[in-house]
């Protein structure tokens, strides 16, 4: 195996490993229908949400969110502090 096959075999393995990991993370809505998550503001088309919370969101509410494919995130709940 030369050296760029060995490079395109680390980028494969790495980019399976990417894909396989979980990232939940807590978000703040923007709106009822919107978010933003690493500067990047997120509309419905983008986002799934769980079917208890539909239609309850509002602007200021903290969600956990963990991205399901390339464009497209899931809002998982709605967390508060206590």
Do not use: F, H, W
Not at 24 to 37: A, K, L, N
Not at 46 to 58: F, M, Q, S, Y
């Amino acid at each position: 195996m030369n050296p760029y096959e060995k490079i395109i075999n680390t980028m494969r393995k790495e980019a399976g490993r990417i894909e396989r990991t979980s990232d939940i993370r807590m978000c703040e809505m923007t709106s009822g229908t919107t978010c933003e998550i690493d500067g990047i503001e997120l509309d419905a088309d983008d986002l799934v949400v769980n079917a208890d919370l539909k239609g309850k969101l509002k602007q200021g509410d903290k969600v956990l969110m963990a991205r399901v494919s390339e464009d497209t995130y899931a809002i998982l709940m709605k967390v508060v502090s206590i």
